[in-house]
């Protein structure tokens, strides 16, 4: 196989798999093993590359992670945190959201950031009418915090664990759990000053009297869902589709782009990305927590009752988890015991058989909690890394960004300009597909940028790691930026506006402020 033909070949996988992710034709994770199973055809890839990701400690701590976020989820703490920092007296959204977006991002920096939306959202939304504030200022924020959040732990989102199993993969020590708060905490706080004091002004009142204000009947629930491209009644309207006998719920309402359908809604054909407003009972979330179909954006509290007995014992387990693991990585700690980690793939793995046993989360259903195709989408991110090294493309793409660089400057102006030009690439990726793909994308870049010019790599992992997760400039970006578009009736525009000064921000200091803590030498 020549060179040429391999680095030709899985640039079209490359752009057969975008493409694919683009128009949502499959999950993520099928469509990605469908790139990976190319490139084992042509062979590019030998079996045990494609399997060796499945087996990754970071993609197994993911897993994990999943269940100790619904163990903290189930406890009920996170209500308990949330009612506690809303104000019960008139404010306004500066002083509310400067009360709320740390703590939500303080959360996020070791949750996952979905339920966090999930739980907040709705109980955000009642709160700002009861004290007459606009629900929409404080929901995007909402999003966009536990983001922040996310970039400044190793566990603060999947990405980060992702990156940190293909710094290992490659034969280099992986990042400590706070790592990345050395650029991340900086991020994070001159976002959410942003948030705090500027977004507001960006962003819309409410729009429309919402239907979800209506009475409901005791014992029914209000959830609300995202269609995604698999919903069998996509083209159809709501008098073609019966949702009632294909999930047991009724529709209250339709969103549509982040504005509510009026007139003869009924007869109007269902669309991807379309929010629904259903009356369910107590079983729907349960039953379709997990489906392929749509996303559930939220619910109201009565579907997860506190419990109280449990509610601070998760809690001390999670302060244990990172505690432990933060301790472990010392040296001392590491030379107490030689020849065993206890790093946080120990501890993840020790919090989460106790939450088992507790019963902090219901351990007969503990597969259903655990997103697979995220876990999938991992583990072929690290086939595909490996497919673009062992192809020779990584070092193709690499030169071209060593070259535009060179264009720039020489090494202190070039070095910058690399970084950026990888951020951008990245985050590009990032708006566009999955954020676990988008590093999959990135990370053999960089190495192969790094090893090029006999560099640490480390300055360009850690930017990856920031570019994957900063998706703030469109409601596909990131899940959750999704899931409050109807909650909060925002549209696409709404997005922009707040978002892509966001992403500016990030941009700049992610590109000044890494080779000042990460020289590149």
């Given at each position: ?13 490359l ?54 976020s ?25 002083r ?13 920096a ?9 739980i ?13 504030l ?6 995007i ?19 980060n ?44 009142d409410n ?47 339709i ?9 003869d ?44 007995k ?28 030689p020849?065993?980690?206890?790093d ?11 939450m ?67 951020f ?27 090893e ?8 360009f ?49 992610s ?11």
């Amino acid at each position: 196989m020549s060179y040429d033909w391999s680095v030709a070949f899985v640039a079209f996988c490359l752009v057969f798999m975008i493409w694919a992710l683009i128009a949502d034709r499959l999950k993520p994770g099928l469509i990605m093993f469908s790139c990976v199973v190319m490139m084992l055809c042509a062979g590019i890839l030998q079996p045990k590359e494609c399997l060796e990701g499945f087996s990754n400690k970071g993609m197994i701590t993911v897993a994990l992670l999943f269940l100790v976020s619904e163990g903290v989820r189930r406890s009920g703490i996170l209500e308990q945190i949330i009612m506690n920092l809303l104000p019960l007296k008139k404010t306004t959204p500066t002083r509310a959201n400067a009360r709320l977006l740390p703590t939500i991002a303080a959360l996020s920096a070791f949750l996952n950031n979905t339920p966090v939306v999930v739980i907040f959202a709705p109980i955000i939304k009642n709160w700002a009418r009861k004290v007459g504030l606009p629900h929409t200022k404080f929901l995007i924020p909402l999003s966009y915090a536990t983001v922040l959040g996310g970039i400044c732990t190793l566990i603060g989102t999947s990405t980060n664990l992702v990156v940190d199993g293909l710094i290992q993969e490659s034969g280099r020590e992986g990042m400590s759990m706070f790592e990345l708060g050395k650029v991340g905490i900086i991020i994070c706080l001159v976002g959410l000053a942003y948030l705090i004091f500027y977004s507001h002004y960006l962003l819309p009142d409410n729009r429309e009297s919402e239907s979800e204000d209506e009475d409901k009947a005791e014992g029914v629930h209000r959830v609300e869902i995202v269609l995604r491209s698999r919903f069998p009644g996509l083209g159809k309207n709501l008098r073609e589709f019966d949702f009632y006998r294909h999930y047991g719920a009724t529709v209250r309402s339709i969103r549509r782009g982040g504005m509510l359908l009026s007139g003869d809604w009924m007869n109007m054909p269902l669309e991807n990305h379309d929010s629904l407003l259903l009356d369910t009972d107590d079983k729907f979330v349960q039953e379709y927590q997990e489906s392929t179909s749509f996303l559930i954006s939220s619910y109201d509290a009565d579907n997860q009752p506190l419990n109280e007995k449990k509610r601070y014992f998760a809690l001390l387990l999670l302060v244990f988890m990172i505690i432990g693991a933060t301790v472990g990585e010392l040296p001392y700690v590491r030379n107490l015991v030689p020849g065993f980690k206890f790093d946080m793939f120990f501890f993840v793995c020790l919090t989460t058989v106790i939450m088992a046993w507790t019963k902090i989360f219901n351990p007969r259903r503990y597969s259903k909690y655990i997103s697979w195709d995220v876990l999938v989408t991992i583990a072929c991110a690290f086939a595909i890394s490996k497919g673009m090294q062992n192809s020779g493309f990584a070092d193709y793409i690499a030169d071209i960004i060593i070259a535009c660089a060179d264009v720039i400057g020489q090494t202190e102006h070039g070095s910058y300009a690399m970084l950026a030009i990888l951020f951008l690439i990245t985050n590009l990726f990032t708006e566009l597909i999955t954020n676990n793909a988008a590093a999959a994308l990135s990370f053999p870049l960089a190495l192969a940028v790094a090893e090029k010019l006999g560099v640490d790599p480390m300055p360009f992992f850690i930017c990856i790691c920031v570019a994957a997760s900063a998706a703030f400039s469109t409601p596909i970006g990131y899940q959750t930026n999704l899931l409050v578009q109807g909650i909060g009736g925002y549209r696409f525009t709404d997005y922009v506006k707040v978002g892509l000064p966001l992403n500016i921000i990030v941009f700049i200091i992610s590109v000044f402020v890494i080779p000042l803590i990460w020289p590149i030498r």
